[in-house]
């Protein structure tokens, strides 16, 4: 199967919060991450989270990590229209050079 | 401005060409990546370099070639022996090999082989 899964489509109203969700596999992952991808660009690391920490906030995202469960979230507050765009959950081994491997992304559409 | 470019946005080629894609960065980064991205599919590593003139198969190198002869540059050849090269290819560089390090993005070259 699969190092990182993700689901393929989440649809929020403008102003809700959105919760992106993400499992893994390896539990020596070092570093996890969340990148976003707008139509037709590069990916844009949004924040990362060491695996030692349970919970990172940087100004709308928040990211929880549970390593018992493997488990990744990526909560935005307050979503907007311009948040609309791919999201991608990655992980990243020290035996891996610290290469992330990415999952299949998310696809997040906010309607007004 | 510091960043990574990468040539053209688009590419058009006939069935049984080789092509190269084009990666270069001005941010002074050690490390370069390329990954392949196809539609649903999260990013597939294909070559990486942590060093000029040094580089590493990732996991999907078959029919893939890359050179590493200046540090700013990483061109990506897909060959005639790649089955299914359409896709959209991504390059991506990183100050040094730490998971701290943020690995930057280029905007990316869609290839269409027809």
């Known amino acids: 199967g699969e190092d990182v899964e993700q689901s393929l489509f989440l649809s929020v109203r403008e102003g809700d919060s959105s919760v992106i969700n993400c499992t893994y596999t390896?539990?020596?992952?070092?570093?996890l991450y969340w990148y976003k991808q707008e139509p037709g660009a590069g990916l844009q690391l949004l924040t990362y989270?060491?695996?030692?920490?349970d919970m990172k906030q940087d100004q709308r995202l928040t990211v929880l990590l549970n390593k018992k469960d493997k488990h990744l979230s990526l909560r935005i507050a307050d979503t907007q229209t311009g948040d609309s765009a791919i999201y991608f959950c990655?992980?990243?081994?020290?035996?891996?050079?610290?290469?992330?491997?990415f999952g299949r992304g998310t696809s997040l559409i906010v309607h007004p | 401005d510091g960043g990574i470019t990468q040539s053209p946005k688009y590419l058009f080629r006939k069935e049984g060409q080789n092509v190269t894609l084009s990666c270069e960065q001005n941010l002074n980064h050690d490390a370069m990546y390329w990954y392949r991205q196809d539609p649903g599919q999260g990013l597939r590593l294909i070559y990486y370099s942590q060093i000029v003139n040094d580089f590493q198969k990732g996991d999907i190198a078959e029919g893939y070639s890359v050179s590493r002869e200046k540090k700013e540059s990483f061109p990506l050849t897909v060959t005639s022996a790649q089955k299914n090269p359409t896709a959209f290819y991504l390059c991506?560089?990183?100050?040094?090999?730490?998971?701290?390090?943020?690995?930057?993005f280029g905007p990316g070259t869609r290839l269409t082989v027809l």
């Open positions: 991506a560089s990183k100050q040094g090999t730490g998971g701290y390090n943020e690995q930057f």
């Open positions: 390896d539990s020596s992952s070092t570093y």
């Open positions: 990655a992980e990243s081994l020290s035996g891996g050079s610290y290469i992330p491997t």
């Open positions: 989270i060491f695996s030692n920490m």
